[in-house]
């Protein structure tokens, strides 16, 4: 494959598949595979070698970083070895991710965000801006996590002992959130703006304040003027997610 771009640099050890589209600037790093379709940006690096490297020098063996088809790597993100992204995976501007993150398909991590590495995230969730991701950190598929959200591990920092928050398929983690270390939180539950969340929360909890309270069941939400319910949510919102053309409640029945 040829690249006619400025000052790329690309390992003799690294896979680069057909159809890979990688602007100037770019560093990718041994056994780092990129897949068709695949979109790296300007100034981006892929598979940024591991602290120890400095350390073990020749002897070092950078882990393998995988990008699956459809991806698009936009300017300036920095992915480190070690981590694996599956199809129509996303990122926005000056996105910084650890090693050891493994993301499922379709998901997506936005601008200014950083992923602690060690992490694991299913499928179709998204992190929008500025968002702050522990290590050890679990979270489920169809998770949308909004901007300045913080997610913490360490109980009683400074320390060794690193435990993630593991949220739970289809929950909603508004603006300026902090979630603790540990914590669960389960399916289908949003958590309010704001709030710091202390304690493990129900599945379909409405959860709000600084520490965190459980104010009702979602589901109880509903619009004043219809009385239609607003949650579970992919029963009114379908963009992107895989029920689009068909609905939610069909496309369970086809699982």
């Known amino acids: 494959m040829?690249?006619?771009?400025?000052?790329?640099?690309?390992?003799?050890?690294a896979n680069i598949h057909k159809d890979v589209k990688i602007g100037d600037n770019v560093t990718i790093y041994?056994?780092?595979?990129?897949?068709?379709?695949?979109?790296?940006?300007?100034?981006?690096?892929?598979?940024?070698?591991?602290?120890r490297y400095y350390d073990e020098g020749a002897s070092y063996e950078?882990?393998?970083?995988?990008?699956?088809?459809?991806?698009l790597i936009r300017s300036h993100t920095i992915i480190y070895a070690?981590?694996?992204?599956?199809?129509?995976?996303?990122?926005?501007?000056?996105?910084?991710?650890?090693?050891?993150?493994?993301?499922?398909?379709?998901?997506?991590?936005?601008?200014?965000?950083?992923?602690?590495?060690?992490?694991s995230v299913g499928n179709y969730s998204r992190f929008h801006s500025n968002v702050h991701i522990g290590q050890q950190s679990i979270i489920g598929n169809y998770?949308?996590?909004?901007?300045?959200?913080?997610l913490t591990n360490d109980p009683t920092p400074p320390s060794e002992h690193i435990v993630g928050p593991n949220i739970g398929d289809y929950s909603q983690i508004a603006t300026s959130s902090v979630v603790l270390p540990g914590i669960k939180i389960g399916e289908h539950s949003l958590v309010g703006a704001g709030t710091v969340v202390s304690k493990n929360v129900d599945a379909y909890s409405l959860v709000v304040g600084a520490p965190g309270k459980i104010l009702k069941d979602v589901r109880e939400i509903k619009d004043r003027k219809t009385g239609e319910p607003y949650y579970p949510w992919p029963q009114r919102f379908s963009r992107g997610m895989p029920w689009e053309k068909i609905g939610f409640e069909q496309w369970s029945k086809s699982l």
Do not use: A, W
């Open 2 to 13: 040829k690249f006619n771009n400025i000052n790329v640099h690309i390992s003799e050890r």
């Open 30 to 51: 041994d056994n780092v595979e990129i897949m068709p379709g695949t979109i790296i940006s300007n100034h981006c690096v892929i598979g940024e070698p591991l602290s």
């Open 82 to 119: 070690g981590s694996s992204f599956g199809e129509g995976f996303q990122t926005g501007h000056r996105v910084t991710i650890r090693e050891k993150s493994n993301f499922g398909e379709f998901c997506s991590v936005g601008t200014l965000s950083d992923i602690q590495g060690y992490c």
């Open 143 to 150: 998770v949308f996590i909004y901007p300045y959200v913080v």
């Open 62 to 71: 950078n882990p393998v970083t995988r990008i699956k088809k459809n991806s």
